[in-house]
């Protein structure tokens, strides 16, 4: 990862952090906010601005119609659009942006523990036993 790749990622890192946004690498080596209707990209060269693509029609015409938000091309089912950085929640909320988890919501993830094989076998020999 070069030193550029590195610096655009901790900026849009820093920029998703109090939205719980989760920051990826796409297969371009480009830091990204993946979403359900489309993603957000970071564009260096504007500053503060950021960018959203989205492939979805209806979304598409969503974006259009934002006034805070200008065009940066668009076809006919798909689109790239420029926005400033400070309107990212409204941004993330319209394309489903993907959170990451709190800590204490992964409580239900905890694994089962089986018992050992021998706990196993001699609780089958109690049951025949007793049979």
Known sequence: MT???QQELEQLRALARPFRYRVIL?????AILPGVHGQVEWYAFKGEILGAH???????????????VSSHQIGDTEGSFLFPAERL?????LLKIRRK???????????????????????????EKAM
């Open 3 to 5: 030193h550029a790749i």
């Open 101 to 127: 988890r709190k800590p204490e919501t992964g409580s239900h993830l905890i694994h089962f523990q089986y018992s050992p094989r021998h706990e196993v076998h001699e609780t089958r020999e109690i049951l």
């Open 54 to 68: 989205t492939e979805k029609k209806h979304t598409l015409n969503k974006l259009k119609n934002l006034s805070w």
């Open 89 to 93: 929640e409204e941004m993330g909320t």
């Open 26 to 30: 796409n297969s371009d080596e480009e």
